[in-house]
């Protein structure tokens, strides 16, 4: 049951930018004591560059490992500390240009 509802928070918050797949019990590892958030293997949704308007497409896109450390005690004062590991993206000209 707790699984389901962190799986449904983190789709609210990260949702825009990574596939709804990404979430699940394999791929999430949770210290409740610890405040440590470990979750692995997310796909990056194909239009998380569109935003930034450039002129390039994303053709695939995976984090290997976002670990979030949250200060539970020290929540309103302490910074919560998200490290990104193993990140691959693979992206490709939007537009073919001629000269």
């Known amino acids: 049951m707790f699984e389901r509802l962190l799986a449904s928070i983190l789709t609210s918050v990260l949702g825009e930018y990574v596939e709804s797949s990404s979430f699940s019990q394999e791929t999430i590892r949770l210290g ?3 405040g440590n958030l470990v979750l692995e293997n997310m796909t990056l949704k194909a239009s ?3 935003p930034a308007q450039l002129p390039l497409e994303l053709r ?3 984090i290997g490992r976002l670990e979030l450390k949250i ?3 020290r929540l309103g004062t302490d910074p919560i500390v ?3 590991e193993h990140v691959y993206v693979v992206v490709v000209p939007k537009y073919e240009w001629d000269e």
């Open 71 to 73: 200060p539970l005690t």
């Open 60 to 62: 695939h896109g995976r």
């Open 82 to 84: 998200a490290t990104l």
């Open 48 to 50: 998380v560059l569109d």
């Open 32 to 34: 409740v004591w610890s």
